[in-house]
């Protein structure tokens, strides 16, 4: 446990691999160094939203328990969404894209990058809608493709959130759900692997209690 | 406080965005502007007069459905051809986003697909199933929105859609802007809408009723004989406009013996003079005895110097039989046509005529010579008719109020 180094108050570590805090006190974005911590700035306060996650809600998908442990909020032109952070322990790193009320659960897959096509998206180039990429034998089609820019952020997380941040990022559906996202940002780019999920079907546990709603007798726990 | 507050920034109303965060377009329900709430400053995308009318499902009800409990936070106003529909989107923070589609009269229930059908335009695949294409590409165009959208929604917006079918359940195909979505559509009744949503009225914004003065009854006592006079006397008083604005009458008479199977046209039934600057015409249709026959009549009255024509049709009709109830008939041998607002002329009255049997037609006569069986019709024309049909609305327009009143006061007799 650290201290917020600009106002005080307790920093909880959610994960410990996390090098980002953003105090939610004073929105500081906390960097942790060792023992140290150091104030990297204000971000920006989240905005309202409805959203039926929060930090400690549980996700439990194939025999793992994933644990929301931080959120950055994305802007683009047309509308903006939600990237929860997952931590489940085995040092893969996931997040939960919540968009249009539904949900994308994807995990790392950095070799994925190796392939001649996204080496031009990781160089800077441009992927249009309706490119497709066949993994694994499932043929995705990119269905959307946006700039986006950083809203605000709460919770720990792995690059600093400050507002300005911006990335490119490609979203790939298959048949089946299945859905393949690239992102590109002044750190290079990523991929990540996943698919598209109701919120029932990731059995979460710990909601957020939206007021003037009840949560559904199957989610609540 | 979850839903959050902004104010329209043409109408200074204010308004909930009830799916904060999800939502990106917000339509004022009051000036119908469109707003961007994506994000935390709100901004005008497009200033409007007039918000869309006549919504069965006020946004803001809540209803339960498939054991959700959801709320209709937008609305859309659509139309493709000549058919217009109305789609509401409810939202439940926990459940995400559905469709409720109103068309003629019937619900559907409507969920986006994650997993996308494959195929073709003819039939697609989608869990195991085949569906079929139900009709052809459409173009589809928003002609009103209310309420918030999780995309960007405006007037005017048109989309390509095609629908599949399987049984009651439709895949529906919209495509436009680049993108492709697909939508479950399953039936719903009426019975479990008015159930979920409670009874919602067509006009949800409707003034709170004037109340009753029962406590004045001597109030009404004094006005209740004017109301009535007064009704009398507009009733005597329009009565006697109609007939001077009838205006002569003419009449002019023939006969066209309609056949089986086939259309006699043209058949003129002789000539009037329209001598006001506009007349009534009045068109009846007699026919002889004939039973479990229909005779389907096109009228025109041609006007002899411009060759214009006004088309109206006419039908005479009577079937008889016998079932459990015991015997019945149904329809009458002769028939009223009324053109109205025919102007100042003279004019021929032609009539098509096409006789038909019932249950079905008799089957065409193989030996050729025998004459076809015919029904003859008498057609008589004339103008400066009466339009009693409006007297008579008129009679039970002027009587409504004091009926009312009459009814309230003798149903209060009975609560002293």
Redesign the interface.
């Known amino acids: 446990m650290t201290d917020c180094p600009s106002c005080g108050a307790p920093l909880p570590v959610r994960s410990a691999a996390m090098p980002y805090a953003t105090c939610a006190n004073c929105q500081s974005l906390v960097m942790r160094e060792g023992l140290a911590a150091q104030d990297m700035g204000k971000v920006a306060v989240l905005?309202?939203?409805?959203?039926?996650i929060q930090l400690g809600t549980t996700l439990h998908v194939e025999d793992m328990v994933l644990q929301v442990v931080g959120r950055v909020r994305w802007?683009w032109t047309?509308?903006?969404w939600?990237e929860w952070l997952l931590e489940g322990g085995d040092g893969v790193e996931r997040w939960l894209g919540e968009?249009?009320?539904?949900f994308m659960l994807t995990a790392a897959r950095p070799d994925l990058l190796d392939r001649p096509m996204l080496h031009g998206f990781a160089a800077g180039g441009e992927i249009a809608?309706?490119t497709r990429l066949d993994i694994e034998g499932v043929s995705l089609v990119a269905?959307?493709c946006k700039e986006a820019q950083c809203?605000g952020s709460e919770g720990d997380l792995p690059f600093p959130t400050l507002s300005g941040r911006t990335m490119t990022s490609i979203d790939f559906?298959g048949?089946?759900?299945e859905a393949v996202s690239l992102q590109r940002d002044d750190r290079g780019a990523s991929a990540w692997l996943g698919y598209?999920?109701?919120?029932?079907a990731l059995m979460p546990r710990n909601?957020r209690a939206?007021?003037?709603?009840?949560?559904?007798r199957e989610?609540a726990q | 406080?979850?839903?959050?507050a902004v104010s329209c920034p043409n109408c200074g109303g204010t308004l909930e965005v009830?799916?904060?965060?999800?939502s990106?377009n917000l339509a004022c329900r009051y000036c119908g502007s469109l707003l961007d709430v994506?994000?935390?400053e709100v901004a005008l995308i497009e200033a409007h007069r007039r918000a869309m009318q006549g919504l069965f499902l006020p946004l803001g009800t809540r209803g339960t459905l498939f054991?959700?409990?959801w709320e209709a936070i937008g609305a859309l106003r659509r139309k493709a051809g000549l058919y217009t529909w109305d789609e509401y989107l409810l939202?439940?923070?926990?459940?995400?986003?559905r469709w409720l589609v109103l068309s003629d009269g019937a619900w559907q229930f409507g969920t986006?697909l994650?997993?996308?059908p494959?195929g073709d335009d003819d039939t697609v695949a989608w869990r195991g199933a085949r569906y079929t294409r139900d009709g052809t590409a459409e173009k589809t165009r928003t002609t009103a929105v209310v309420g918030e959208f999780?995309?960007?929604v405006r007037e005017g917006d048109t989309v390509d859609a095609l629908s599949f079918e399987r049984g009651d359940t439709v895949l529906s195909r919209e495509g436009g802007g680049?993108?492709v979505n697909w939508t479950q559509l399953i039936p719903v009744s009426g019975d479990t809408i008015t159930e979920a949503f409670g009874r919602v009225s067509r006009e949800p914004r409707r003034r709170a009723p004037r109340a009753f003065k029962i406590a004045e009854p001597e109030r009404e006592a004094d006005d209740l004989p004017a109301m009535l006079g007064l009704a009398c006397a507009a009733l005597v008083l329009l009565l006697l406009v109609m007939v001077f604005v009838s205006g002569p009458v003419e009449r002019a008479s023939g006969t066209v013996a309609a056949p089986f199977g086939s259309t006699r046209e043209g058949v003129k039934i002789g000539t009037i003079s329209v001598r006001r600057p506009w007349q009534f015409v009045k068109v009846t249709a007699d026919a002889g005895d004939f039973d479990n026959r229909w005779v389907d009549l096109d009228y025109s009255l041609v006007d002899r110097t411009t060759g214009q024509s006004i088309d109206a049709y006419g039908i005479v009709e009577h079937y008889s039989g016998r079932d459990s109830d015991g015997s019945w008939t149904e329809g009458s041998r002769s028939g009223t046509t009324l053109l109205g607002k025919v102007p100042r002329g003279t004019y021929d009255l032609y009539v098509d005529a096409a006789a038909h049997a019932w249950p079905s037609d008799p089957p065409p006569d193989t030996s050729g010579w025998s004459l076809a069986e015919t029904i003859t019709v008498s057609i008589n024309v004339e103008t400066g008719a009466l339009p009693w049909g409006n007297w008579w609305t008129a009679a039970v327009l002027l009587f409504l109020f004091p009926g009312t009143v009459i009814w309230q006061r003798l149903r209060n007799r009975h609560w002293p």
């Open positions: 905005p309202v939203d409805v959203s039926p802007g047309d509308g903006s939600n968009a249009m009320g539904a809608v309706g269905i959307d809203l559906r048949p089946n759900r598209y999920s109701a919120l029932g909601l939206v007021d003037g709603w009840t949560i559904p989610l | 406080m979850t839903a959050r009830r799916a904060a965060g999800y990106v994506s994000r935390p054991d959700v409990e939202f439940n923070p926990y459940a995400g986003y986006m994650l997993d996308l494959d999780y995309w960007r680049g993108e």
